[in-house]
Structure formats: C-alpha cells, structure tokens
C-alpha cells in the first residue's frame, strides 16, 4: 500500500479532537499516532457519509458554517501557505551553493 506523507495546517479545535481521538486509541490498547487518528477520525466521517441517511441536519449545518467562514478558512490558507513557502527555501546545507 502507497502512503503519501503531507504537511497539512488543522486548526485548533480540530487539533483538539485529533488528539483526544489518539489518547483513546491508546487507552484502547492500539499502538496509535498523530496520523493514525486523525485517519480514524477521517475515515469513520466518509463512512457515515456514506449511509443512505448520510450525516444529520445540524453535522451538515456545521461542517457548511465551518468553511463559510473565510476568516478562518483565510488563517488556514495562510499557514499552509507560510508553512510550505518555508520549506521551500530552507536551505540545505549538505550541497555546496558556490562552485
């Protein structure tokens, strides 16, 4: 299996729940990551999509409000954004830069 590894930004509250998420994995005797719950947390919401009823009323409310809020999703954008531009020009000292 093909894993793909990513910097991503997750904002605080989501943060929040990832890490609540993985305390219980390993509570429950699961060998767990930071990655690993968040995935958990991911794939029971495609999950849940996914029955004939699909999510609730007042899940589809927030999840909508959530990214209509462009403030948010602006800090977001920005961070992701900040976060790959500084990977971008680290330098890396182990090539030599003048010949």
Do not use: C
């Amino acid at each position: 299996m093909g894993l793909i590894k990513k910097t991503v930004v997750i904002h605080p509250i989501m943060d929040f729940y990832v890490r609540k998420t993985w305390a219980l994995l390993i509570e429950s005797g699961r060998d767990a990551s930071y990655s690993s719950a968040l995935n958990f947390m991911l794939l029971a919401t495609i999950f849940e999509t996914q029955k004939p009823e699909g999510l609730s009323e007042k899940t589809r409310e927030l999840i909508w409000n959530f990214i209509e809020d462009q403030k948010t999703i602006d800090e977001l954008n920005l961070e992701d954004f900040a976060t790959t531009f500084k990977e971008k020009i680290r330098i890396d000292k182990t090539k030599p830069y003048i010949s």
